[in-house]
Every structure is written in structure tokens, then in C-alpha cells.
């Protein structure tokens, strides 16, 4: 339909938007709607409306649209939405160049964690059960003597997430009392994770201490008083602190909270279990490092760097974990039986894999060699080029990916990526235009321009014939 251009909102239009019950009446006509549950249509038409008043407010709607027009339009939606029958939840292609994207669902799983989540969910399981003496088990048991073996701790749980591993450890550790924290590591990362909201939920006093950009170890010394329960670390994960900076060292801060009988935690963020290193990209500290130089408990994601599924893993020393374990707020936040299948398996793959990288999906496509996703941006730009037409100009072009989910921000990723422009088409309307692919391709405008990177596609073949069909 032609543009209206960028005017007023047409109220006319709007009000031409047949309401729920006149096209409830009007689906009731038709035998094939009948089947369907009153409410599942009125949802439908609800959804078709909202989409078509956005369309009214970008000016992507013909003034002219009466209302019979509209109706038809509104049914005719409303009947390729069910006879579609797509979830709401469906698959896309990420080629925003961001590999852990949390708003796309994170790190995807490798297959034997796929395998695993299937059984679970299939058949009945040992999930809390002790076959050996046939009585009740504990769900922990089944990731535990893994973490354990993987990171060098005593103890280990399992949680929803990390930020439920972080107020459940916070809760169990220090309620009612003092935790004492560096100012510039009271992070707040995506999707409202903000360490002092997170520590006022849990009960425990906030105690701030340092400059934005400099703490020391005798700032923490002066900070702990009778009524203080923990010392906080929180890797920055997000972002860096550079120039004139100073932090106090784990090690350093073990020491003094060991004079004072005090427990030592840190929120990792993403947490590796493996050195990053050799993937050229910056070394973030391994769980495994931190268990060593003390720290009582240790927080990260399941499904960042790990690449496994969302949850929150806490290890650390026996006495620490065991409280935590017994907190009632464990029972809460304990998680289901498929992500425990798929943190096992993907755990097992850290244990025994002699090629992590062709194992797990997200550390593949970490480590792809520049050279590969050169040669697929140049070959995917040309085969675009050719169906896209004219007036659209390709080029590939080297960007700089991002690993995501706060792990090495500062980190130049090397990456290629096909940008596209129009001389007519905003980038914002390529954009939509490939949002509109099956399955849906999301990239990035950078530039005036928009961008596919293929750091973070799985597979770049399938780009071209989501575009354009097989
Ligand atoms: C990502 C992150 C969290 C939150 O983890 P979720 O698994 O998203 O709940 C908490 N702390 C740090 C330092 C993080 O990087």
C-alpha cells in the first residue's frame, strides 16, 4: 500500500479499525473459524489491530482505507495468522554480530545437550532419585561432582539464572548485615540486573566503598566492622575502567577477609571454564582461577561463554554452599529437569571433549578464522547483489563483532559482514525487509548502512534462502 507520508496520526483511519466483536461476528460466518475458541480469534484480531494501528503511525497505511476495506483487510489478516499457526516464540537468524545475544536467546546448545533435553522431557527420569538405595535424591547431584571436577570447588548448586545465583548467595550470606563492595563494580547489565537492587532484595546492607575508578585494600580494611557479612567482587562484565584506575586483588582481599573470618564472593558474569586466549580474544578470568585464589563462592551464567542453558551456576567451599543449599529460597529458584539435562550434557562435553570447538555451537562460531567469514561475506554479498536487484549497492566489509552478554566488551572481535545500502531505501527499511524473512534475519544499521555479520550466524548458507526462499 502507498505511503501516506509523515503526517498526524489519521484519526480517520484509526477509527476505521473494525472493533473485536464486529469481526468475532464476521469470523462466526465462516465454517473453518468455528472450531477455533472464541478467545483464540478475539486474540488474533487484537494482535492484527495493534499491528495495523503501527502501520497507521509509520504512515505505511493508504489514507484512502475505508471501513469495509479495512474489514476485509483486518479478516484477511486475521486468517493467514491462523492458518499459519506459528508460535510466538520462532527462529531467526543472528547476524547482529553480537554471538551471546541475550534479547536471541543466548549460546546455542550443542547436540548432546538437545539429546539430553528430549529424554528428559520424554520419559520419566531420576531426577531427584537415588537408584542405588532407591529413595529420594537431590536434583543438585546431577551437575554437582561435574562443576566440582571443572572448576577445582568443594561444593557446587544450581539456580534459574546468575542473577538468581546472586540473590540467593547474597540472601543466605548476608541478610541483615553488611556487604561491602567496590562503587565501580555496582554494575547494572541488560535487562534491569542491578547490583544494589538485587542486594536490597535480598535483605543484605549495601556498604560502598572506593571512587568510581580507584579502591584499595585499605578501603575495604576500614569498611569491616561488627556488623559486616561478606566481601563483594562483581566482574564489570559490561564495561572497562581505564586511565587512572586501581582495584583491590582477589587474593589481597581473600587475605584480609581471612584475619577477619570473613567469606570472599564473586558475581563472574560469564564465567569461563575454559582460557579464551587462544581465540584471540581477551582473557577473562576462569572459574576455576578464582576457586583457587579463594573465593568462597563464585557466581556465573550457564549460557554465556559456557554455551550451555540459562541458569546460575554457584561453587565454592563446602560450608558456604551447604547453607545456600538449604536456604527455602533455593526451592524457589532451583531449576527444571531440561536444564539440568542440558547443563549436564554440556558439562560432560567439557569433561571429555577432545574438540570443544566442534562441539559447542557458540565457541565455534567465537573461534571462526577471519578467512572463513571473509570468503562467506563475499560470496553471500554477490549472490544478494544479484537477487536484490537494482539500486541496492553490497559490499563486504570487515566490522568488529562482539561476544555479548557483557563478556569482553572491550574486545575487538575481528569479524566480515555484507552491508547493504539503497539509494532510496532507508537502512531502517532493509532492515524490516530482511525482519520480514522466513526465518526472520536480524543484523545491525551501522554506518548508514545496513549490516549481516557473520561472526555470530551459524550457518551463513542459510541467509540466501531465507531471503528468498529455497
Ligand atoms: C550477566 C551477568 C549477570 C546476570 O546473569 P544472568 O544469567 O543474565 O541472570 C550478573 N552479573 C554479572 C557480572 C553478569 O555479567
Redesign the pocket.
Known sequence: MARTGTGAVPAELLKAIPPVELCLREACKEERWRRFRRGYVAMIVRRVQAAIRGQIACGEMAASVGRDLMLKEVMRRVGAAIEADELPLKRVINATGVVVH?NLGRALLAQPALDAITLAAREAVNLEYDLEHGRRGDRDELVEEELCALTGADAATVVN??????LLALNTLAEGREVIAARGEL?E?G?S?R?PDVMAKSGARLREIGTTNRTYLSDYARAIGPDTALLLK?????YRIVGFTAEASLSDLVALAREHRLPVME????GALIDLSSYGLAREPLVEERVKAGAGVV?F????LLGGP???LIVGQRELIDRIKANPLKRALRCGKLTLAALSATLRLYLRSPDLDAALPTLRMLRRGAEELSESAKQIASTLARRLGSGFELEAVTTTAQVG???SPAEELKSWAVAISHKELSPEAIAASFRRAKPPIIGRIEHDRFLLDLRSVNEPAELIEARFGA
Not at 539464572?161 to 546472586?166: E, K, L
Open positions: 541475550t539464572n546468575n542473577a538468581a545465583a546472586v554494575i547489565i535487562g540486573f547490583m562483581v566482574h564489570p562484565s559490561n558475581d563472574l558474569g560469564s557466581t551464567s550457564g549460557d554465556k540459562q541458569a546460575g552478554s557483557g563478556a
